[in-house]
């Protein structure tokens, strides 16, 4: 822990010395998150044109198929 001294003394800095954060929008900035944008659209395209399915898709895929093609018992 701060000992109180350390502590009013930060405080006071903090209240004479305000941050102000400021983001200032560049027409680079812009242009990089439109180029991102269409390239993350490329990316979605691309996985969804090539996806495969996954292991258990096609594990309950098979034993779906297997149920289906057997006789139940009596």
């Known amino acids: 822990m701060l000992e ?3 502590l009013e003394e930060l405080q006071e ?10 983001a200032p929008i560049h027409e680079e900035e812009t242009n990089f998150s439109i180029q991102k944008e269409a390239s993350m659209v490329g ?3 691309y996985i969804s044109e090539n996806r495969k399915e ?14 289906a093609g057997t006789k139940p018992s009596n």
Not at 54 to 67: C, G, R, Y
């Open 4 to 6: 109180r001294k350390t």
């Open 13 to 22: 800095y903090v209240q004479m010395h305000p941050f102000i954060m400021e």
């Open 43 to 45: 990316l979605e395209d």
């Open 54 to 67: 996954s292991f258990a898709e096609v594990l309950f895929s098979f034993i779906d198929k297997k149920e």
